[in-house]
């Protein structure tokens, strides 16, 4: 289904309204009303682009499977790779590798390529690793020296 009406048009901008609006006051250094009325207030249009984006490029909302295992694994390697990230620049010796991660069976190349967008923003939203390049083979990760947290090793990381 790639055009709602009614109920389920004003829930899919009402949900992309309430993400863009946690993405906005999580990322500010401190929270204040001026900065949560400035997150309302811009992310009404943005969650109607992204609707009409959405719309535009035939899309739908099937994640991939296993995402809920994905996002489940992310506030443990959060923690764990900020603190190791602290040691490191405590200790004055960065140092890092880069990995090639698999992104799971091939299927069509709109698949493979929504798999790899979810999996590099996962992935780098932790601060010990960071995704270089993506290709047909997979993704390129540069993480930091540390043990692979759990997130990690779900890609042989």
């Not at 296993?66 to 506030?75: D, F, N």
């Not at 603190?83 to 299927?107: K, M, Q, W, Y």
């Amino acid at each position: 289904m790639t055009g709602r009406t009614g109920t389920g048009a004003a829930a899919e901008v009402a949900g992309w309204w309430v993400v863009l609006v946690l993405v906005w006051l999580v990322t500010t250094s401190a929270f204040a009303t001026d900065e949560l009325i400035a997150a309302c207030v811009i992310a009404l249009p943005v969650a109607l682009a992204a609707r009409v984006g959405r719309i535009a490029a035939r899309g739908n909302w099937r994640l991939p499977a296993g995402v809920a295992r994905l996002l489940a694994a992310l506030p443990g390697a959060i923690v764990r790779e900020g603190a190791a990230a602290l040691l490191i620049a405590a200790r004055g010796r960065p140092v890092g590798r880069f990995e090639r991660l698999d992104i799971g069976p091939r299927t069509s190349a709109d698949r493979r390529a929504g798999r790899a967008a979810l999996i590099t923003g996962v992935l780098s939203a932790t601060p010990g690793s960071l995704v270089i390049d993506a290709d047909h083979e997979g993704l390129l990760l540069h993480a930091l020296a540390t043990p692979a947290t759990r997130l990690r090793r779900m890609f042989g990381g």
